[in-house]
């Protein structure tokens, strides 16, 4: 996953790259894949975070949940569900209201609770 292949034999985590070789890499409690993202979701200390490729953070483990809802865009759960956008330089998030959706086709639903309605929002929000 990710391009790393992590392990775990007698409770202690080693990462090596696709040759076998060993890696230097930050260790987390859990990883998750996010088939077929090219985005991992990792655990450490009971909050989620975001790890690419190269196993570099790009969200720190902060969040109480996460979901990969495609390659750049994440829902978090911090006092409840939003998207965030990981090329966005300025990290724009949007609301996603309860549970997030997957974005298929560039799109993904959303519900307004104020307003008890669905819709669809693009990657632009």
Request: aromatic share 16%; charged share 30%; glycine share 12%.
């Amino acid at each position: 996953m990710c391009g790393v292949i992590h392990t775990i034999k007698g409770g202690v985590r080693q990462c090596f790259d696709k040759k076998g070789n060993p890696l230097n890499v930050k260790t987390y409690d859990e990883y998750h894949t996010g088939r077929p993202y090219k985005i991992t979701k990792v655990k450490k200390d009971g909050k989620y975070g975001v790890i690419g490729d190269a196993h570099e953070e790009i969200l720190p483990c902060v969040y109480d949940d996460l979901e990969i809802c495609d390659d750049d865009i994440v829902a978090v759960f911090d006092k409840g569900w939003r998207y965030i956008n990981l090329n966005d330089e300025s990290n724009s998030y949007y609301f996603a209201g309860g549970f997030p959706y997957k974005f298929s086709d560039g799109l993904a639903q959303v519900y307004s609770g104020e307003e008890g309605k669905y819709g669809y929002i693009n990657k632009e929000w």
